[in-house]
């Protein structure tokens, strides 16, 4: 559960590494100019994964096994692991096959190539090198084959399918195997390009229309917030698109009149964002653990494998891993791309409500399947995509400058989504983008070597 609010009378808050020296492998770029102040911080200062907030590290704790010390040192291995990552995925171009963490505490970083000469200079960046056959970009494309088809046929049977990236395949997961070969086939595939997985877990979106709610759409279905967002001078909050249509109206958990959706995308996407009356106020915090603050200070986009808790107004504060990214999911209300899948639980009335890695947003609740009680598998919007499509401005423990507005691929600027691999100009130097990110105004290039390599 996301939302601020005060008691009456008072406004409610919403709430670098070595040079690639492998043969054949280019070193990328030349060494970042040192700022006069002193030397450029680490992936994990940058992403401020070394101040990791206490609800952060006792969820963390609690759902995935660990000591404190081994919480604390696995956010900033994922920090430090993120750039790296980055980094390589550049370098190795058309070859590149994937990233990923695993293990629970060490959480040691896998790259994959289909060059085995690419080998030495992944080693030389402290991951781990697997050779594999199928590139990421051919992985994509064949899920795209997929998520065209099921805009011509029924995906009743086929809820889900995603790139498995340790596995270096596609899935799709279906109740049979007779339904999961008919959708393949529909997409021209060949059944050998696909791996199939039979269960009988169907994703359900996780809204309920009774009960106390952290906020309430038309007075009838309950969803949760996500984070605090701005549009200009107007404030507001980011949830699930199934919350509510354009022009619903909200209440927050009090009754108290509270906003407007905006805008909201649903199904293809499930994202939308509500705009606040003035007696509400954005923060950059979520709720976790207690009731505690947990501040966000960006949108950096996790790595699979990384621990992401989340929080939401039926179960609370909960943790877990990322699976996998750009899934799709078909949901008895319609298909959703672009998802991202986790361990952590939920359950009805937690939809809308954030995801955090460490200090950084990574998206709203969509779905799911299970509950907290016995565990499942949930899905989640990213966050990146929402502040993109709608123009919208994450709040956050800095200072912002608007989102701007026009064509995002020439010059960096505060408030704009960036995708690993664009380039922008900064300062008069050229820049290309490691990880996904809304740009936060401390973050210019120059100084951001865990986000930026310089070209």
Avoid at 60 to 69: F, I, K, N, V, Y
Avoid at 263 to 290: L, Q, R
Wanted: proline share 5%.
């Amino acid at each position: 559960m996301v939302h601020r609010h005060a008691v009456t009378g008072r406004r409610v808050a919403l709430t670098a590494l070595g040079a690639l020296v492998a043969t054949g492998l280019p070193t990328a770029v030349a060494a970042e100019p040192t700022p006069a102040a002193g030397p450029l911080p680490s992936a994990a200062q940058t992403l401020g994964a070394d101040r990791p907030s206490t609800p952060v590290l006792r969820a963390m704790e609690r759902d995935l096994g660990l000591t404190p010390a081994q919480a604390s040192r696995r956010l900033v291995n994922e920090a430090e692991a993120g750039a790296r990552a980055g980094r390589l995925r550049i370098a190795l171009g058309e070859r590149f096959a994937g990233a990923w963490l695993r293990g629970t505490t060490s959480q040691e970083l896998v790259v994959a190539t289909t060059d085995a000469a690419d080998v030495a200079a992944i080693k030389a960046q402290g991951a781990k090198a697997t050779v594999v056959k199928k590139p990421l970009r051919d992985l994509r494309a064949v899920k795209q084959k997929l998520d065209a088809a099921s805009a011509r046929v029924s995906t009743r049977q086929t809820p889900l399918w995603y790139v498995d990236i340790p596995a270096n395949r596609v899935v799709v997961e279906a109740g049979t195997k007779a339904a999961a070969a008919a959708f393949v086939k529909a997409a021209g595939l060949d059944a050998s390009s696909v791996g199939v997985k039979v269960t009988a877990n169907r994703p359900r979106l996780l809204e309920d229309i009774v009960g106390a709610a952290a906020y309430h759409i038309d007075g009838t279905a309950r969803c949760s917030i996500g984070f605090s967002v701005t549009k200009g001078e107007q404030e507001g909050f980011a949830s699930a698109g199934h919350c509510g249509k354009p022009g619903a109206k909200t209440t927050g958990h009090n009754n108290a009149e509270q906003g407007t959706f905006q805008a909201s995308t649903f199904p293809g996407k499930d994202m939308s964002w509500v705009a606040v009356n003035d007696a509400w106020k954005v923060t950059p915090n979520v709720k976790g653990e207690g009731g505690q603050a947990v501040q966000i200070t960006g949108s950096v986009q996790a790595l699979v494998g990384a621990a992401v808790c989340r929080s939401g107004s039926t179960t609370g504060w909960h943790c877990g891993t990322v699976e996998q990214h750009d899934t799709s999911v078909s949901y008895a209300e319609g298909k959703v791309d672009g998802l991202t899948q986790t361990t952590v639980c939920a359950e009805p009335g937690d939809s809308g409500g954030p995801y955090v890695s460490g200090v950084q947003a990574q998206g709203v609740t969509s779905g799911g399947s299970g509950d907290c009680a016995t565990g499942g598998t949930t899905f989640y919007q990213p966050i990146n995509a929402l502040l993109s499509d709608f123009g919208l401005t994450l709040a956050t423990a800095e200072a912002e400058s608007p989102a701007p507005q026009g064509d995002a691929a020439q010059t960096w600027a505060a408030g704009r989504v960036y995708e690993a691999g664009v380039t922008v100009t900064h300062a008069g130097v050229r820049y290309q983008c490691l990880q996904t990110h809304q740009a936060q105004g401390p973050w210019a290039p120059t100084g951001t070597p865990a986000l930026w390599q310089r070209v």
